[in-house]
């Protein structure tokens, strides 16, 4: 069953595309952005009020000064101010030549053309200057870096409209088993919903990535040895769900090695998701994921994000983790590294995060997965931990 449509084309993640800048959230930068100009460009006023040359204010006030000038943002500046005169400036607008403060309307009394100042202004009051927050010819991002919102108002800022970012992932998903039915539809009696491929497009439509195809695969070597060369010739990933544990029944590692697939490594010392394997194809790689929900989700998170991230060019691949500390003790069977799903649960008396969590999680159920913030990551040494204990943390 092909749910996605195929199209034909060959791994290139190393390819980049211009854009405009205001649709670039999310995509990494294939380029550094490098500012066209200062920014700002000119000094200009911060406030409206009056620009004036602070040394013509002889002695200690007050002073009435004529106004000679009025400028608005987007009006060129007159060419400079003459002694001691102000001119009627508004936020925006160009510093004339010579004048070196800006005063508030509100510390100003107006007389028709003149005004009243009672206080002498600083130097540079109310001027941001030409500059100030980004240098001509400055890298503002560098190449590999995901953009964000704030990002782009930077780029805006400094003349990058369009921007060059790598071309997105191309992912294509092989959710192997023959008990699996389309979640919600028709199921004989040892047939079961299909919970991976909904979690993993979700979770995809979520990232860059390009999905070239979403495949239900038979449990059968060949058929889906067929089905993988197919998605390698499309996609920098294929992802696949099931088959990769020792049973006999489990045909995707052997239709993997079968099309000349060089394993990097398959079996993993974590808990759950140990079958959990990672291979090369040419240019492209595979992500074997276990079938069970559970150990399908936290591999993903675990390898899945970081590996996206990486085949989109992004520099900072590992997603963001912090400590917290746990609510209640842990005992459990040490050897393998732990990802349990945990539940954030208040402050505690120095502000760090509680999580809560239960002692033991099935690796088939994902019920758990709908009150966690997130996974919890314990070392594979470690046999018991009392309450209060630092954990490191993954939000999901
Ligand atoms: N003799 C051994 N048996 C197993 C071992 C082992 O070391 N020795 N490891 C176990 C572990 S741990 C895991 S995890 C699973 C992984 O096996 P597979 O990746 O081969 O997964 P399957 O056998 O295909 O499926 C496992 C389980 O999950 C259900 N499933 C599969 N796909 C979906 C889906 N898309 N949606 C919902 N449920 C799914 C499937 O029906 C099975 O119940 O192997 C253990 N066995
Ligand atoms: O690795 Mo399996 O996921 O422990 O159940």
Redesign the pocket.
Known sequence: MIATQMTAHHPAADLSETIPCDQALGRVLAQPVITQSMVPSFDHAAMDGYALTTSTLIGNGPWALPIRARIAAGQAAPESLSGASAARIFTGAPVPKGADAVVMQEDVTRHGDQMLLTRRPARGLNIRHAGSDMMEGEIILEKGRRLRSGDIAACAAAGAGCVEVLKRPRVALL???D??RMAGGVRAAAQ??????PMLLASLAATDAELVASVQGA?HRIALAKQMDEMFAMADLVIT???????E??H?KPAFIGLGGEMLFSGVAIK????VSFGRMGRSFWL??????F??FVTWQIFGLALIRRLAGETVAVPARRHVVTKSAIRRKPGRCEFRPAMLAGFDPWGRDYVQFDDFTP??GVKNLVSADGLIILPADIETLPAGSLVLFQPI
């Open positions: 959710v192997s088993g008990e699996l079961i919903w299909d919970v991976n491929t449990d769900t099931g088959g990769i544990s020792v049973g029944e489990d995707v759950p998701g140990k079958p074997g994921l276990p079938g069970n929900p150990s399908a690796s088939a």
